[in-house]
């Protein structure tokens, strides 16, 4: 912990006033916080209280809804994402996605972890995708479940696997940040496991925001937690504070499990 | 003779109708004399033994009529028998009504075998259409031999009638035939596919929810135009223009062409085509695209990449049925591609198909015994067996696809 407090004062995001709204009925009211460059933040609240809603907000996902409209302004280093002249192509290969259910494309382990690299060009020949390809999938810790059959379908792993083979697809295009929606609630508590041991080692070097409805695994995680309440950031902080001496009484209720 | 039929249609309800409320009313009544909370030591509810009385009394009517019809009774007298032999039945079912009688297992018994019966039906037609193709074809393969139906360059199915008669001597070779369907169908598929995808991918991915919501019901207006429609729209429209087209760039087509046949068929499955590849298309889960898009990909990467590469088993199975499709059809060629069985490859020519064919040897008064009429079974059986195998392999393709994300 003390670790990351010394470092607090590296910021990766800043938002200001953000507003998300859904064909005009707002379902984020104004948030202003900033997010570390290292560790985990996670994202709690009750369902529907927007926290899926802002995680979008940082890569952009929100443009592919239709009717989904986002104010206010959010810096990446201190650049505003929302600029008319920012590409979202290319903000999202520097920021990463993980979904609430494993997505791999119906291809090859090693075609779904390619598919980055290629679209960015990112390999001048065979050997570097291959390179990039294995380190992905090292760094994912699949790499040894999988590397006798990197030409089997992504499909036919399990839950678990594809999920961590979606973490070494979206690690393949070296992002800055990794975004987690709720990457565990289709998981098993073993697999589960697994993948938080994974959070935990990726965090040294990425930024992860992670959004879950379970406040043991945002407790055994994170570093800062930020409680959302219909629209609102409540309750912003360190994990342990949060967890042990909340300030709000929402926060009091929804962790001791009186609302939610 | 309509108002008997009327007559008896009209009797045998009122007579199942009256049994139902006959049984129900007294199995009711029997419930209610049982005393407090006897409904439910009864195995049916009530209206189980009504339903019951009701089949009985209708099949028992039923088979009077027949056995009055065999008996070559007259109309009145059958009548009578039928309201006699249908109320008998109702009276018997409704005297069965007790707690341990099992309505209800006899009705659903009854209904099972109706469901049963009305499959079976379609399924013995088709046994019995393949069976005569089959029958008729070994007939025509007696006269004429098998290997050189297939493999003869030559057909012109005209005998001759009288011995004097020169030039007619009937030759049934089918690869012209068939070379001139496969050539149509080919013309067809190349102007369909690419269309029907592109309209697909346009309509399911890119066009807006009101764009789609109208531009939709128009293409599948396309899909209810008569194929006559069609047909003559090729000879009098399209024929012509491509035929002054050719003759300004110096060459000469004929009206009635490969290519004119070949086009209208392919305008007549682009909505077969797109409306399947649409359907396989919205199949593909969103999370895919949001997969993609989530690593950078632009809107025309993750429809190629993903959407397209997870989706063509099914656009290939949706490319198959159009094909199996077009062999099949007749109107058009008929009209638009001409009689002549030459064989050649070169679409701005006459050419024939087997439907054509098939038109041309059963029209007219024909004796279904000469070999040029079976000839037209034989070329019905062939094409059956190719759409057959066609249609086979495009719903193994479009099932192996469903379950990858099943």
Known sequence: MSKIDSEISKIKFTCKDVRVAYSGKEALHGINMAIDDRGVTAFIGPSGCGKSSFLRVFNRMNDTIAGCTVTGEVYMDGQDIYAPSLDPVLLRARVGMVFQKPNPFPKSIYDNVAYGPRIHGLASNKAELDHIVEKSLQRAGLWEEVKDRLKDSGTGLSGGQQQRLVIARAIAVSPEVILMDEPASALDPIATARLEELIEELSQKYCIVIVTHSMAQAARISQRTAFFHMGDLVEYGLTTNIFTNPADPRTQDYITGRTG | ?406
């Open chain 2, 1 to 406: 003779m309509l108002n008997s039929v009327f007559l008896l249609v009209l009797v045998l309800a009122a007579l199942m109708a009256a049994s139902f409320v006959f049984a129900r009313r007294k199995a009711k009544a029997t419930v209610v004399a049982a005393g407090e909370g006897a409904g439910l030591i009864f195995h049916s509810q009530p209206g189980y033994y009504g339903w019951l009385a009701g089949i009985v009394s209708g099949l028992a009517a039923l088979m009077a009529l027949v056995a009055g019809a065999n008996l070559s009774l007259n109309p009145w007298m059958t009548l009578t028998l039928m309201m006699v032999v249908g109320l008998a039945g109702s009276y018997f079912a409704a005297s069965r009504v007790s707690a341990e009688f099992r309505a209800r297992t006899y009705v659903e018994f009854f209904i099972k075998t109706l469901l049963v019966t009305c499959s079976l039906i379609a399924v013995f037609t088709t046994v019995g259409i393949i069976l005569s193709l089959v029958f008729e074809s070994f007939r025509f393969f007696q006269e004429v031999s098998f290997l050189d139906f297939l493999t003869g360059l030559q057909w012109s199915p005209q005998t001759a009638m009288r011995s004097d008669q020169v030039g007619q001597s009937g030759a049934f070779g089918a690869i012209p035939v068939f070379t001139g369907t496969f050539l149509i169908m080919a013309i067809a598929i190349v102007v369909a596919a690419p269309i029907g995808l592109l309209i697909a991918i346009y309509l399911s991915e890119y066009a807006e929810k009101r764009t789609r919501k109208i531009v939709k019901p128009v293409i599948e207006i396309l899909a209810g135009v008569p194929t006559v429609v069609y047909g003559f729209f090729a000879l009098m429209t399209v024929g012509p223009a491509i035929r002054a087209l050719a003759e300004t760039m110096g060459f000469s087509v004929p009206t009635q062409s490969a290519i004119t046949a070949g086009l209208v068929m392919g305008i007549m499955i682009i909505p077969f085509v797109s409306s399947l590849s649409d359907d396989v298309i919205n199949a593909v889960p969103q999370s895919m695209r949001d997969g993609s898009y989530a690593l950078g990909a632009t809107k025309s990467e993750t429809m190629t990449k993903v959407v397209f590469a997870g989706a063509l088993p099914g656009i290939i199975g949706a490319l198959l049925l159009a094909v199996s499709r077009a062999i099949g059809e007749t109107m058009i060629v008929v009209l638009a591609a001409g009689r002549a069985a030459n064989l050649t490859g070169n679409p701005f020519e006459a050419v024939t198909t087997v439907t054509v064919q098939i038109v041309a040897l059963l029209t007219g008064d024909q004796e279904f015994d000469s070999a040029k009429t079976l000839a037209a079974f034989a070329l019905g059986l062939m094409l059956f067996i190719i759409t057959l195998v066609l249609n086979f392999i495009a719903l193994i393709i479009v099932r192996r696809y469903r379950a990858r994300y099943e």
